[in-house]
């Protein structure tokens, strides 16, 4: 017999699938989570020969230990066979730390940033499974642009050990703010994240064009100049026709600059009328 999955927080409330041979069909199904000195019975349901599921029972006033499960059917005594389910302390919002570039000031907006979330339990211990529900919000200028992280789009990636990566981007040049939260009690019939520590954040971006400011001496300009904004700043491009030609197969490049005027033709003279002139 075996049981999925093998680890979930101690206050209860996870949906467990118990795998075996020949269930027998009943309507009475009572699994039982024991570590030997203390238990806790819940009932189950028999989904088929080799299924049953149930959630598993509040261990708080246990703690966070290791227990084997075992299965009655039909008022039936109890399987011998041993299946191993671990508790562990719930994770605790305000003992998590998170870190990485995607939390520093200056990144350029219009670019995915990513940091890490660090899972710690409410005693302080890093944890070493996952499934924790996450919630990241983002609000700023151009907030509704913004997709939310989430585990669905690969925003937020379980790596599966207590640790969490996630990435955000933002569409324009300003100041957001970050928070992330985690859902201590994920099994239970409240949806409630509470930030972790250090949330909610206040992060400055720039514009992606900020790479392209100008310094140096001023360009020799003929002819062509062009501005644009991004919203945030007014950006100005200039080009020198005598080492630029353009793209010669757009026919408004001549007319923008983009393209050097073609030679005017010289004048066809004749032979005779060259040595004409010679003599005169």
Same mark, same amino acid.
């Given at each position: 017999m075996g049981v999925e999955p093998a680890t979930g927080p101690m206050t209860g409330g996870t949906p467990i699938v118990l795998k075996g041979l020949r269930f027998k069909e009943s309507p009475m199904v009572t699994v039982r989570f024991?570590?030997?000195?203390?238990?806790?019975?819940?009932?189950?349901?028999?989904?088929?020969?080799?299924?049953?599921?149930? &959630?598993?029972?509040?261990?708080?006033?246990?703690?966070a230990v290791e227990v084997v499960v075992r299965v009655s059917l039909g008022g039936d005594p109890y399987t011998v066979n041993e299946v191993f389910y671990s508790y562990y302390a719930n994770t605790a919002a305000n003992k998590c730390i998170c870190f990485g570039p995607g939390l520093r000031n200056g990144n350029n907006a219009g670019n995915g940033v990513s940091f890490m979330l660090q899972a710690k339990d409410t005693s302080n211990k890093v944890r070493t499974t996952g499934d924790d529900p996450i919630e990241v919000k983002i609000d700023g200028p151009s907030a509704a642009l913004i997709e939310t992280p989430s585990v669905e789009n690969g925003g937020i990636i379980d790596l599966a050990n207590g640790t969490y990566h996630i990435t955000y981007y933002v569409p324009s040049a300003g100041t957001y703010s970050v928070t992330v939260g985690v859902d201590e009690n994920p099994y239970d019939d409240d949806i409630i994240f509470t930030s972790v520590r250090g949330f909610p954040v206040e992060l400055s971006f720039v514009g992606q064009w900020k790479g392209l400011d100008v310094s140096g001496p001023a360009a020799k300009l003929k002819t062509y100049t062009r501005f644009w904004s991004d919203g945030q700043k007014i950006y100005c491009?200039? &080009?020198d026709?005598?080492?630029?030609?353009?793209?010669?197969?757009?026919?408004?490049?001549?007319?923008?600059?983009?393209?050097?005027?073609p030679p005017k033709p010289k004048p066809v003279v004749e032979e005779g009328e060259e040595i004409g002139r010679a003599n005169v």
């Open positions: 024991t570590d030997g000195k203390r238990e806790a019975t819940v009932s189950g349901r028999w989904i088929s020969e080799s299924e049953l599921e149930c &959630k598993s029972p509040d261990f708080t006033k246990f703690g491009f200039v &080009k026709v005598k080492t630029d030609a353009g793209v010669p197969d757009l026919a408004s490049d001549l007319k923008l600059g983009f393209e050097k005027p």
